[in-house]
């Protein structure tokens, strides 16, 4: 850790542009242009001990990029993301960014809470069925963030934080936010969240990066193997909405207890894949106890990088690309096409508002909303 400390010294200084004299153990800041409201916005550059970095942005607390070894320590960015703001502002499918006030879908955009209905924005409509998704018009993932860069023993990292105005996108309360992004010596993409409210309302803010552990312009992941710490997953109505079920895994092409090829069975004739366009679906994670532990893990046999995922939270929404078509075209001019990214969001079941048998995502005045996650990346 001697690099660190000595950086550590020298905060301030590292404050530099992004390419030039970046050094192990380092956060440096440069401008990145501004919103269309006129709000500048910043890119920050985070570098460990081990030579791994990460690009992130006040925009939408967006990793616009982040890399990782492979077995031979060859590098490669494995996101999906844009080159510029510009991109980010045009057009995103939530590509590397948080989201929230609440991740994932509202049925019909609507709920009771304390005997008061609350309409959100209805922005989606899969199955030609409307609902609220990923926070609305104006989500977590369009705003900026105060940022601060931040240094600790082992870790480089930024500070966000925010209060969400009472009545944003139509959510009850102001919500005061703050989420830490870490990027550890030990290769690890660390994320932890704290909120507290002044009226009550539902929370579950989550994080949306498409992962391709080939490189983030390699290519299908289809043949990456996939294990999910999951016995269950909720099923879905035509809208993607839960139907308030369980549904076990074992016999089905949701069965990722063991490490299983994702394209071994994404095209199975089964209702939930043709629902999802294949897989789109929260798997409840097993015998859940609020600790951080794995949920999840990824493995690319070409490169041999893995990630983990480790969470506190009680479910992962497995998403594979499936709405990816080419039209996104990113970072070095290339074209994501369908199915090139793996997205897998620790977070509370869809919909918990209108499931009181779900756990609740309800936060309270003077109770503190917290949630940790951590991609964790090695190779083999
Ligand atoms: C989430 C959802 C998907 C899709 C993507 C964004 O992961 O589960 O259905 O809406 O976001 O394209």
């Known amino acids: 850790m001697a690099g660190l400390v000595a950086a550590l010294g020298a905060c301030s200084a590292m404050v530099h542009a992004a390419d030039e004299n970046r050094s192990l153990g380092s956060i440096a800041k440069e401008s990145w242009g501004k919103t269309s409201d006129g709000e500048s916005v910043d890119l920050y550059t985070l570098t460990n001990e081990r030579g791994e970095d990460t690009r992130v ?27 510029h703001l510009d991109d980010y502002l045009k057009s995103s ?19 009771t809470l304390d005997g008061k209905t609350y309409q959100l924005a209805t922005n989606n409509a899969p199955g030609g069925v409307p609902c609220h998704l990923h926070g609305g018009n104006k989500g977590f993932d369009k705003v900026v963030w105060d940022a601060k860069g931040e240094m600790k023993d082992g870790a480089v990292g930024i500070r966000f934080h925010r209060v969400s105005p009472d009545g944003e ?45 080939g490189g983030h312009d390699s290519g299908t992941i289809l043949d990456h193997e996939l294990m999910i710490a999951a ?51 929260n798997f409840v994670l097993s015998r859940w ?37 080419g039209s996104n075209v990113g970072k070095g001019g290339h074209a994501y096409a369908y199915r090139t990214a793996i997205v897998l969001e620790t977070q509370h079941y869809p919909d918990s508002p209108n499931h009181p048998d779900f756990p609740s995502t309800i936060l309270r005045p003077g109770e503190e909303y917290r949630h940790t996650c951590v991609y964790r990346f090695s190779a083999r």
Not at 61 to 83: C, S, W
Not at 171 to 190: K, V
Not at 292 to 318: C, H, K, N, W
Request: charged share 20%; net charge negative.
């Open 57 to 83: 942005t006040n925009y939408g607390a967006i990793v616009v990029a982040l890399t990782a070894p492979d077995r031979d320590g060859k590098f490669a960015d494995v996101v999906l993301g844009y080159d």
């Open 93 to 111: 499918p939530y590509f590397g960014a948080v989201v929230g006030r609440y991740g994932n879908r509202i049925a019909a955009g609507r709920f």
């Open 169 to 213: 996108e139509g959510y009850p309360g102001n919500l005061d936010i703050t989420m830490h992004y870490w990027l550890t010596d030990q290769n690890e993409f660390r994320i932890e969240y704290a909120a507290t409210t002044d009226r009550a309302t539902p929370v579950n803010v989550t994080h949306h990066s498409y992962y391709n552990l």
């Open 231 to 281: 016995d269950h997953i909720t099923p879905v109505d035509k809208g993607l909405i839960p139907t308030g079920a369980f549904t076990p895994v074992a016999g089905t092409p949701f069965d990722f207890t063991s490490p299983t090829v994702i394209g071994s069975r994404v095209n199975a004739d089964d209702t939930q894949l043709e629902y999802g366009l294949g897989y789109d679906h």
């Open 289 to 325: 106890d609020g600790k951080l532990r794995l949920a999840a893990t990824v493995y690319d046999p070409q490169s041999g990088r893995q990630m983990e995922v480790l969470t506190t939270e009680p479910a992962i929404q497995f998403y594979c690309g499936n709405f990816l078509d």
